[in-house]
């Protein structure tokens, strides 16, 4: 049973480009939230998806948005990159029968903004 | 892979000894507890969770506390292994959905 998988792993990117981040969620899973954790701190959460709709946001600009597909998967997109988006992302899904108390992460896509 | 401690406070242990792990929370109105651990390059860990309305929960080597009045979480660890040393967080939930929000880690290093 896969856990939750991330990609990329590495991705560099120069400032004011625009990234895409992938995440499948376990099997069984419905729920996705994405994090953002800078080198030495703990991670912050951006934003959560279910039924393919943004259901909570954290304190992150609109330059963060996000997307649910049918299959549960969820895409995190960030435009106009500032050299502080360099951070690990990570995504954490969480199921009907498991709410808060499963929830899951991946290992995370680590972005560099140079 | 890249630590995830660079700048974290850091509790040293020597292998075989008992680790405790503290934590304040900031949300009088959390009604879940979670800790996490996190190795070098992975995603956080579930270790052991606990509700608002108990103040103790035992797994295999691990125990967590939790003082409501005072806004605290212990993680003790029994019998520390090398292969505990990592990066610890403590996270809350304030019911509805399954937003979870990170206090401060500790790395924990343990001398064999």
């Known amino acids: 049973d896969a856990g939750v998988t991330q990609s990329p792993t590495h991705l560099i990117k120069t400032r004011g480009q625009q990234v895409t981040l992938r995440c499948s969620p376990k099997?069984?899973?419905?729920?996705v939230s994405w994090y953002q954790q800078a080198l030495g701190q703990g991670p912050q959460f951006i934003f959560q998806?279910?039924?393919?709709?943004?259901?909570q946001r954290g304190n992150f600009p609109d330059r963060f948005s996000g997307h649910q597909f049918p299959n549960y998967s969820s895409e995190l997109n960030v435009n106009a990159l500032l050299l502080g988006d360099s951070a690990l992302y990570l995504c954490?899904?969480?199921?009907?029968?498991?709410?808060?108390?499963?929830?899951?992460f991946g290992s995370g896509t680590r972005l560099t903004v140079v | 892979g890249e630590s995830v401690g660079l700048h974290l406070p850091t509790l040293s242990v020597q292998e075989g000894d008992n680790s405790i792990i503290n934590c304040a929370y900031s949300?009088?109105?959390?009604?879940?507890f979670i800790w996490y651990k996190q190795e070098s390059g992975k995603g956080p860990q579930f270790i052991i969770d606990?509700?608002?309305?108990?103040d103790k929960r035992q797994g295999q080597r691990v125990t967590v506390l939790l003082n409501k009045t005072v806004k605290h979480l212990s993680l003790q660890i029994a019998a520390t292994q090398p292969g505990d040393s990592a990066v610890y967080f403590c996270?809350?939930?304030?019911?509805?959905?399954?937003?979870?929000?990170f206090g401060t880690g500790t790395k924990l290093q343990v001398i064999p």
């Open positions: 099997s069984g899973h419905d729920t």
């Open positions: 606990i509700r608002s309305n108990m």
């Open positions: 954490a899904s969480s199921g009907p029968k498991d709410r808060v108390y499963g929830y899951t």
């Open positions: 996270a809350e939930n304030t019911g509805g959905y399954q937003k979870v929000t």
């Open positions: 949300n009088s109105a959390s009604d879940y």
């Open positions: 998806y279910y039924e393919e709709e943004e259901r």
